[in-house]
């Protein structure tokens, strides 16, 4: 199964808002945690890593926070622009090395 | 800037036939990755490999073969298909494991008929 972000949920914003797009990781080995961004009939695209040594990152219009205490990771994105709609997921470093992927997020920007 | 690029990116076939998904990269990433995309499971780990000639399985391994004879080609064998490995195909690569994301190529949508 998997252990990270289980199902695909819908975000819907308004166009200039700011989003918020969350994800729960179970193994607190993971050591490391990448957010990726895939737009229809495309392969996902690398948006922010962190370390799990960090507990926030930035980005251009984006942030990445890691809590570690209850194994959350959010990716935050200032003013969404329509570009933005996408599946989000995110994925966790296990102790294998491995990369575990979560379902995603699907965000829908309102113009 | 190529990055990674996956041929086919549609193919239809019928149950029983062999066929093969290429994934070629140009940065010379040592780590490639075949994945499955499939509703309701995400990502699913069906191969890797860490340098030319050294592959090993993922979580999905059984109906697929894999070869990495050069560094820059990674591909993907179903050696009789079945209607169950009807799915998205993504390749992608990264220089090393862990501390470094992967980067995908736009993916190979398959249909076995």
């Known amino acids: 199964g998997e252990s990270v972000g289980l199902h695909l949920p819908t975000l819907s914003v308004q166009e200039g808002d700011n989003s918020i797009i969350n994800c729960a990781y179970s193994?607190?080995?993971?050591?490391?945690f990448i957010w990726y961004k895939q737009e229809s009939g495309k392969g996902p695209q690398f948006i922010i890593d962190?370390?799990?040594?960090?507990d926030k990152r930035q980005g251009q219009r984006v942030t990445v926070l890691l809590n570690k205490t209850v194994k959350h990771l959010s990716l935050q994105i200032a003013a969404t622009q329509p570009g933005d709609s996408a599946v989000y997921f995110c994925?966790?470093?296990?102790?294998?090395?491995?990369?575990?992927f979560g379902g995603g997020t699907r965000l829908m920007v309102k113009p | 800037d190529a990055g990674i690029t996956q041929s086919p990116r549609y193919k239809i076939t019928e149950t029983g036939r062999q066929v093969t998904l290429m994934c070629h990269q140009t940065w010379s990433h040592s780590y490639m990755f075949w994945y499955r995309q499939d509703l309701g499971h995400g990502l699913r780990l069906i191969y890797y490999?860490?340098?030319?000639?050294?592959?090993d399985k993922g979580e999905v391994p059984d109906g697929y073969v894999v070869s990495r004879s050069k560094t820059e080609n990674f591909p993907l064998t179903l050696e009789s298909a079945t209607r169950s490995q009807t799915s998205v195909y993504f390749c992608?690569?990264?220089?090393?494991?862990?501390?470094?994301?992967?980067?995908f190529g736009d993916g190979t949508r398959l249909s076995i008929l």
């Open positions: 490999s860490a340098a030319a000639d050294i592959t």
């Open positions: 193994n607190s080995a993971s050591d490391y």
């Open positions: 994925a966790e470093n296990n102790a294998g090395n491995m990369l575990t």
């Open positions: 992608a690569s990264s220089e090393s494991l862990g501390i470094q994301p992967q980067h």
């Open positions: 962190i370390r799990s040594n960090m």
